[in-house]
């Protein structure tokens, strides 16, 4: 039987990527929007800051801050830039869990520091105040795709 991971009839790409996050009526606007800055060129990030309004528990102001990422030349930069800056321990952190981080979508979930952001470090996220990040992947092949197909294509981009 053929290896699948060595199927050249396989063919993914990154379809999008999602960023969203939240900021409460004690944190600066402004400074979340900046932190960004630290994964998405400014020209970009422009175009694609979105703030909707919300409410909280006991009526608090809370932002919801959506990034999503569609043209290939963005998804790509975004792409090299969590993969040099996430340490070896996130990557294998990422690698040991990824099946339980990949849904039936294909849709690779995991979320990021937003205080680490800030400071300008990419780092996964040990605390609750994160971006959630999710990966979209698009099959453009008529083959049939495996979990393993999908892992080797994140570790070929040096996500795992």
């Not at 053929?2 to 993914?12: A, G, K, Q, R, V």
């Not at 792409?79 to 339980?100: H, P, R, V």
């Not at 999908?150 to 040096?158: A, E, T, V």
Request: aromatic share 6%.
């Amino acid at each position: 039987m053929e290896n699948p991971l060595t199927n050249p009839s396989i063919s993914l790409k990154i379809r999008q990527i999602e960023f969203r996050t939240h900021a409460h009526n004690t944190e600066s606007i402004e400074k979340v929007k900046n932190s960004f800055l630290n994964l998405i060129p400014k020209e970009i990030l422009e175009e694609t800051f979105q703030i909707n309004n919300c409410t909280g528990t006991f009526s608090q102001k809370i932002l919801d801050v959506l990034i999503v990422l569609k043209i290939q030349k963005s998804i790509k930069y975004v792409i090299a830039k969590i993969a040099e800056n996430l340490s070896n321990e996130d990557k294998n952190q990422l690698k040991s869990s990824f099946e339980s981080r990949l849904d039936g979508k294909l849709k690779l979930y995991f979320r990021l520091d937003k205080q680490f952001l800030t400071l300008g470090k990419i780092k996964l996220a040990e605390t609750s105040d994160v971006i959630q990040v999710i990966i979209a992947i698009q099959n453009k092949s008529h083959s049939q795709i495996t979990t393993d197909n999908i892992k080797k294509y994140f570790m070929d981009l040096n996500l795992l």
